[in-house]
């Protein structure tokens, strides 16, 4: 039973989205291991950007730093 988890910054990600994760991230699982999409598990993680980092940096800072222009 593959457990496939998907984890993504909390920025405004669509209901739409994430089901087309869901399906294309099952249907590469069927595409290349064989498995069976029914007993096949995603879950997606929703991660605050203040709880992200890179660098020594919060993904909140860096975004803001993105758009201030000041990267």
């Known amino acids: 039973m593959p ?3 998907i ?11 994430k089901a087309q994760l ?3 991230t099952t249907q ?4 290349v291991l064989g498995k069976s999409p029914v007993t096949t598990m995603v879950v997606i993680d929703e991660v ?3 709880n992200w980092g890179i660098g020594y940096q919060q993904v909140t ?6 758009q201030n ?3």
Request: hydrophobic share 35%.
């Open 69 to 71: 222009g000041t990267n």
């Open 3 to 5: 457990y496939i988890n």
């Open 48 to 50: 605050n950007t203040d």
């Open 28 to 31: 590469l699982m069927v595409d």
């Open 22 to 24: 869901i399906k294309g």
């Open 61 to 66: 800072e860096l975004r803001a730093e993105a």
């Open 7 to 17: 984890k993504i910054t909390d920025e405004a990600v669509t209901n739409e989205q």
